[in-house]
């Protein structure tokens, strides 16, 4: 048990931080420009990609910096020439861009890459078990992952909260006609917030892709969870963004690793549920199979009793 | 006026080659299954191996009925019913009367019954369906129907095969199964449990998991679980993306224990698992791939590969679909389903592996020999996606030993 315990803590934060590179772009732009950037996930695809063609020629790490500053770029041009094109019609314009954006970008992605998966691995000197705990190894690229989430995580928080750049992204986050009055060129932050979003993104596709596969449904399994942390976190909100993606990442790992089921719970108060009547599917419901929809009750049960998420300020 | 007479000529142009291609008359072959989202590989993949066979073994040799050709048509279902259906609809409309689907249980589960009451409605208008690679048990037994032809070996006749070479394996002590939390999933733990349970009661069923299919993300958790439980074998009926995730997972935590699955091979999923399931990924599949058997396989295969160097020949069924189709339609004489369907049953046919397989008239199953293989990359002759690494038979099931009696009461249109 204790066993099960320990790497499952283990795994929902490396799948907790991972979610948080992903989240924390989308929440600055969600909360910059309210768009709802559907295609956010699609940006962490094309990162894995990218770093799987570079990794081909030139091994992984060049793609480890290379593929992110690639998206970053392709995610600036896209904000620059159709979101902001878009945007003078409106949100609701601007949301269909970006969900169209999310179509058109997986299937770029399968008409270049190909359908099938791709055999994007782990660089050769990260191939180890870093250590042996109950017999079960923890691998040495998983260890990475979480170094590099929790850097960048921590150059974020430096660079919103000690630069000037990040001070006059704070306020356009909160006050962008105040900012864009003082004579800040609210767009270009907008551009390079979005490009910076996009580069996080790509970068923890960089990552994901060898230890989660690299195919073209990658961001599909991904995208509708890195929304939900946006809401339950807080418009804007790293910290809440950086909760969020712990609890989520967390919650996700615990509930498939704990076995126990509605019946469980009843025994436990003495109660035992008929196996013959109409309910008895929801009786032999385990922990594991309501796993994939805990995020999404969790988003429920947030916007009911906390509409501004965790730690969002801001109503809107 | 110059362009009305363009349009006019034009619109002339267009009835015309309608017609010539009415008169060259095709056979249409539906092919509807994922060809986007996460099974988009698999489906793509079944689609070329459909394509090169029906050019290879019917077009270039004449095709069938003096001269006609057989003709693959793509529907994308994107793998969930509700879309099939309108497919369905789609290709009839199209005057396609031929219906191949394989992957997912669920999509077979709906098509068999909209083909069945279709077929009900409109006599006129027909159409057949071919599974090539949905397993669920049920479409042969208690849903089989006169319209539904299965070529793969149903999950129960895989499980047969697959625990009689567990039966013989002292070192198993404990089984740990895991699959994808639909129709076909189920089957395969209902009967991985059942054939252990009769064969080696011995044995301690550690875990009896399903995950959502096509959603999960991260198979970390599922491997520690797995490790966690002590198990000494997993069996697993993952596809497509599930399965690399879970043999990935499985890899990382440095679990050395047999992973016995029915789809772990091909499609990226070799390359991907690589050296890491060398020796320990095993499937349960028919047409046995390394070493080839006959000389006629052998050029096929290279056929294939010369042709789409990118994909492999993961699906032999399919072969044995459209050879049969094709035998079938010549044996009847006509390409109206019913003819064929006629004649489709209790066909005796040789492969190009040359196994004796048979299409059981009682409920359309197709009986073959059943191989189990090993993920290796030693004494391969065709590898899988180009990796050094393919599968080596390793155990043989034959045809008689394999096959389980069915409880399909079939009603046969008049």
Redo the contacts between chains.
């Keep these: 048990?204790f066993?099960?315990i320990f790497?499952?803590l283990l795994?929902g934060i490396?799948?907790g931080l991972l979610l948080f590179m992903l989240a924390s772009g989308l929440t600055l732009i969600f909360s910059m420009m309210g768009v709802l950037n559907f295609a956010h996930a699609s940006f962490y695809m094309l990162g894995a990609y990218f770093a799987y063609t570079i990794s081909e020629y030139v091994g992984f790490w060049p793609g480890l910096i290379i593929a992110p500053v690639l998206v970053g770029v392709l995610g600036a041009l896209i904000e620059r020439y159709g979101l902001r094109y878009v945007h003078r019609w409106g949100h609701v314009a601007e949301l269909i861009f970006t969900f169209g954006l999310a179509f058109l970008i997986?299937?770029v992605v399968?008409f270049i890459w190909?359908?099938?998966?791709?055999?994007y691995?782990e660089p050769e000197i990260l191939q180890f078990?870093l250590f042996?705990f109950?017999?079960?190894?923890f691998?040495a690229?998983?260890a990475f992952m979480i170094f590099i989430s929790i850097a960048i995580c921590i150059a974020l928080l430096l660079v919103l909260t000690r630069t000037r750049i990040g001070l006059i992204i704070q306020a356009a986050i909160s006050h962008p006609n105040m900012t864009a009055m003082l004579g800040h060129n609210v767009p270009f932050v907008f551009m390079g917030v979005f490009g910076v979003g996009c580069a996080l993104a790509g970068l923890a596709g960089v990552i994901a892709g060898p230890?989660?596969?690299t195919?073209?449904?990658?961001a599909?399994?991904?995208g509708s969870?890195v929304f939900v942390i946006v809401v339950v976190g807080g418009l804007g909100s790293l910290g809440g963004a950086f909760v969020a993606s712990l609890i989520i990442g967390l919650m996700?790992?615990f509930a498939?690793?704990l076995d126990y089921s509605v019946s469980d719970i009843l025994s436990v108060l003495n109660i035992t549920p008929d196996s013959e009547g109409a309910l008895r599917d929801l009786w032999t419901l385990s922990l594991?199979?309501v796993a994939?929809i805990l995020p999404y009750l969790l988003l429920v049960l947030i916007l009911i009793f906390r509409p501004t998420g965790l730690f969002g300020k801001r109503e809107s | 006026m110059k362009i009305r007479s363009m349009i006019l000529a034009g619109a002339a142009l267009a009835t015309l080659s309608a017609f010539t291609a009415q008169a060259a008359e095709t056979i249409k072959i539906a092919f509807v299954d994922p060809l986007s989202g996460p099974f988009a590989s698999t489906g793509s993949s079944g689609l070329q191996q459909f394509r090169y066979a029906v050019d290879e073994l019917v077009n270039k040799k004449g095709g069938v009925l003096g001269g006609r050709m057989f003709e693959i048509v793509a529907y994308d279902n994107k793998m969930s019913p509700k879309e099939s259906l309108i497919q369905f609809k789609r290709a009839i409309g199209e005057g396609v009367h031929f219906i191949a689907q394989g992957n997912s249980s669920g999509v077979a589960n709906a098509l068999t019954d909209a083909i069945k009451k279709h077929n009900k409605r409109n006599p006129d208008n027909r159409a057949l369906f071919l599974n090539y690679s949905a397993v669920d048990p049920v479409l042969t037994n208690a849903k089989c129907n006169f319209w539904h032809f299965r070529f793969d070996a149903n999950a129960d006749i895989k499980m047969n095969a697959l625990t009689d070479v567990i039966k013989v394996n002292t070192d198993i002590k404990k089984i740990y199964l895991i699959g994808q939390d639909y129709s076909f999933g189920k089957a395969v733990a209902a009967a991985a449990v059942r054939f252990l349970g009769e064969k080696r009661p011995d044995i301690e069923i550690v875990g009896n998991e399903l995950h959502p299919i096509g959603k999960v993300k991260d198979f970390t958790p599922y491997a520690t679980k797995i490790r966690a439980s002590g198990a000494d074998a997993v069996i697993t009926g993952n596809w497509g993306a599930d399965m690399v995730g879970l043999g990935k997972a499985i890899g990382d935590t440095g679990l050395e224990i047999p992973i016995y699955t029915y789809y772990a091979a091909n499609d990226g999923i070799t390359k991907t698992i690589g050296a890491g399931g060398k020796n320990k990924i095993r499937l349960v599949h028919e047409g046995p791939l390394n070493p080839p058997r006959t000389e006629a396989y052998k050029a096929y295969h290279s056929g294939f590969k010369a042709k789409n160097p990118d994909k492999d020949i993961s699906q032999f069924r399919i072969v044995n679909t459209i050879q049969m189709l094709a035998a079938a339609i010549e044996k009847a004489g006509s390409d109206k389903p019913i003819d064929v369907a006629r004649a489709l049953e209790g066909m005796k046919f040789t492969t190009l592996h040359g196994e004796e397989i048979v299409m059981r008239a009682e409920d359309h199953q197709m009986l073959q020999p059943i191989h189990i293989s090993v993920h290796t990359d030693e004494n391969i002759t065709f590898d899988s996606d180009n990796s050094g690494f393919g599968l080596l038979v390793e155990k043989s099931v034959p045809a008689s030993d394999a096959a389980l009696p069915t409880t399909c009461k079939m009603k046969r249109p008049s």
């Design positions: 048990m066993e099960l790497f499952s795994n490396v799948t997986e299937e399968s190909g359908k099938e998966t791709k055999a691995q078990a042996t109950f017999g079960q190894d691998p690229y998983k230890a989660l596969t195919f073209p449904g990658m599909v399994v991904l969870i996700q790992t498939i690793s594991p199979q994939p």
